[in-house]
């Protein structure tokens, strides 16, 4: 059971002062009865509210899939730089946040979610979901540079785990990870005597870039994009 002004403002659209005012002046009702007490707990998985002519679609969590441009920050800080920017303000005000996180020049695929739980279990070293990067790299890697990227490479102050690379060339191909360590792509690459210049995210889990979003591009997650994204976290 959720206060009326609660469920409302869940929604993203509105304050809850813009709530209260609008209960006062006869603006909504519960399935269809005039409430003015905001205050009132309803059941949200049952209740039909309408509030200013408008029926309210409720929701506990929202989930959206982000193509991250180059020069944005995977954070929820009060920035012009920030990806939240990049979605309308009520995914703010209903208190998303990036799953995880992806370099200021690291571009591709970003769950936004308020899903607090589920975000937990994605990110912990215990269920941590695979992720999925295209690269390219400067000078070439071979076989024996790969090999040790697989194996785990010393990057400084951490060994990394064991890893998956599908070479499309001595500069480009795909590494998988189970882990996000700062930076530890590009300090992978560094430590078998190369550089990264593109990194790209194309799969978080068993959930895929969608190709059609262009950068900066967004959309929420389909039925079956969220269910395989709850079963990664469950692995």
Known sequence: MLRLDKYIADTGTVSRKEVKAAAKKGLITVDGKTVKDV????????????????????????????????????????????????????YSKMECFPCGRLDIDTVGLLIITNDGPLAHKLLSPRHHAEKTYYYRCSPEIGEDE??????????????????????????????????????QIKRMFEAVGSNITYLRRVEF??????????????????????????????E
């Not at 995977?74 to 009520?90: A, H, I, Q």
């Not at 785990?152 to 990870?177: F, N, P």
């Not at 895929?208 to 997650?221: F, I, P, T, V």
């Open 39 to 90: 205050s009132v707990r309803i059941d949200e998985s049952t209740a039909e509210v309408i509030y200013c002519g408008q029926k309210i679609n409720w929701r506990k969590y929202v989930y959206v899939m982000l193509n991250k441009p180059a020069g944005y920050i995977s954070s929820t800080e009060e920035s012009d730089k920030t990806v939240m920017k990049l979605l309308p303000p009520e």
């Open 146 to 183: 790969a090999a040790r990227l697989c194996r785990g490479v010393d990057i400084g102050d951490y060994v990394t785990k064991t890893s998956r690379v599908e070479m499309i060339g001595g500069s480009e191909g795909y590494i998988t990870l189970t882990e996000g360590k700062f930076h």
């Open 205 to 234: 889990g068993t959930v895929k870039l969608d190709e059609n979003l262009a950068e900066g591009e967004w959309r929420e997650l389909s039925e079956a994009e969220l269910l395989a994204l709850r079963s990664a976290a469950e």
